[in-house]
């Protein structure tokens, strides 16, 4: 009877700690949960104060451009056939100052002269001696008499696109420059000129490339 009975008191004991530790487990569960809640209403809360315009530019994916990311094809080849069979190609400001620097600069170039044109440009936002933006490159110095990089952004002519066809061919080599195409034609050239001028500069600086009507250079 004694050890009947002390072994149902045991049990009883057992039973009892079991139901208190489901007990204290499930208010733990409620504490946590109850805990979690309050933290994500605040968050909830505090994203609410948050600008709308502010939330999308968090989250919003960088273009593979900004995220140096190549978009452009595997393979290149300079002609105009190759030009012919991209997309009319479009993009942001920036995208329209290396188009607009192609069209008034060598808009008459074959592809390979258009190309070798656009690595300068792209070559000096690279350079820590040049702004670090495409329409910053473009437009240094203008409006300073002698000081402007490119001659139709201070040559007093209207700045006026008449042939569309020659943008449109422009545009797609600035959207594939841009978007990653290789710059292997120029020998990493910062400077251009046409065969019709000679610059002082053109006989200090390393001579790299000659194609269609330029010469191209590095700085030394």
């Not at 995208?95 to 069209?103: I, Q």
Request: proline letters at 3%; a neutral charge; hydrophobic letters at 40%.
């Amino acid at each position: 009877m004694v050890n009947w009975f002390g072994r149902t008191v045991v049990r009883a004991c057992v039973a009892t700690a079991a139901i208190g530790l489901s007990v204290t487990s499930a208010s733990a569960d409620d504490v946590l949960e109850a805990r979690l809640g309050s933290l994500l209403g605040q968050e909830r809360t505090a994203l609410q104060q948050v600008p709308d315009s502010r939330v999308e530019a968090l989250t919003a994916v960088p273009h593979a451009s900004v995220r140096n990311i190549s978009t452009a094809p595997d393979a290149i080849t300079y002609d105009n056939a190759f030009l012919a069979s991209q997309p009319v190609a479009s993009g942001d400001d920036q995208w329209r100052c290396l188009t607009e620097a192609l069209y008034f600069e060598a808009r008459g170039e074959s592809a390979r002269g258009l190309f070798a044109v656009g690595e300068v440009i792209m070559n000096r936002v690279d350079s820590g001696r040049f702004p670090n933006s495409l329409c910053g490159v473009i437009h240094q110095g203008t409006g300073r008499q002698f000081a402007c990089q490119f001659t139709y952004t201070c040559d007093g002519a209207a700045e006026v696109i008449n042939e569309q066809g020659a943008w449109d061919r422009v545009g797609k080599v600035a959207r594939l420059l841009i978007d990653g195409a290789p710059r292997d034609l120029t020998d990493g050239a910062t400077y251009y000129h046409t065969r019709a001028v000679s610059p002082r500069w053109s006989r200090i600086f390393d001579r790299t490339a000659s194609i269609g009507a330029h010469y191209f250079y590095r700085q030394g």
